[in-house]
């Protein structure tokens, strides 16, 4: 990833860099918020102090030279629901949406993280953003938003690229027999993507789940940040490092500039 100093400081993947993509994913560091929420919270709904919260919003966007009225974000619920951002839905919550494209120029998408796995995709005409927890990538969010744009767009999967943003990483991300039992079965001969723990637990990979399904709808390019939330709390929010009390750090991608 490409680190801009900002400020705030923020990250760009180099495969949208290197087609004038405009993006970032930001840290949690360069805000106004306090306690468990420092610094740099974008969550309207964690119990944050909402005059930080919007003071938050307007230093990201002026970091990447936005307007708040061209800025869409969704209510992410851990689900697949993909919603096309129109022109009109600038400065909206357009209601729940894990996955967000458009086709508009200039307008930007926003979501908001704290372990969950970002996913930047872009392709000719069009950008999307999706939010994989681990219900969300068992119903392929990621792919669902791939296969959306392309219809949208006109163009092939082949022609998108994805790009994985830091979220909790397989070092980290136990889970219990139920979950084991699904993943299991939503990617049956797939055993690499859980590693055996004790008392029925596993580690889940969710970088190389979203990555797998955006493979087998025909993304070809997939760039991974590789980098696990959990273990880098010092730059990001972590919910699971954090006890569950924490801010969210943002990922925006703005369509054509």
Not at 82 to 101: N, S
Not at 120 to 141: D, S
Not at 205 to 213: S, T, Y
């Amino acid at each position: 990833m490409i680190h801009h100093e900002g400020p705030p400081p923020f990250d760009c993947f180099e495969a949208l860099a290197a087609r004038g993509v405009p993006h970032a994913v930001f840290t949690r560091l360069g805000g106004h918020s306090q306690g468990p929420f420092a610094s740099l919270n974008v969550g309207h709904t964690v119990g944050d102090d909402p005059a930080c919260v919007e003071a938050n919003h307007a230093a990201i966007y002026a970091a990447l030279g936005l307007g708040a009225d061209r800025v869409v974000s969704g209510r992410q619920v851990h689900g697949c629901r993909v919603v096309r951002a129109r022109a009109e839905d600038g400065g909206r919550v357009v209601g729940v949406a894990d996955a967000l494209f458009t086709t508009e120029k200039g307008l930007a998408l926003l979501q908001r993280y704290a372990d969950c796995v970002p996913i930047l995709l872009a392709g000719p005409g069009v950008v999307g953003i999706a939010h994989a927890g681990w219900r969300g990538t068992l119903a392929r969010v990621a792919a669902k938003a791939a296969l959306a744009m392309a219809e949208a767009a006109h163009c092939r999967t082949d022609q998108i690229i994805a790009c994985i943003g830091p979220s909790i990483g397989p070092c980290c991300f136990e889970i219990g027999p139920e979950v084991v039992s699904a993943v299991r079965q939503a990617f049956p001969q797939m055993d690499h993507l859980l590693r055996a723990g004790a008392d029925g637990k596993a580690h889940f990979d969710l970088w190389e789940a979203n990555a797998a399904q955006l493979r087998a709808v025909g993304v070809g390019e997939i760039e991974p940040a590789a980098i696990c939330t959990r273990c880098r709390r010092d730059l990001y929010f972590s919910h699971r490092g954090d006890g569950g009390r924490t801010g969210r750090f943002a990922a925006l991608i703005v369509a054509g500039g």
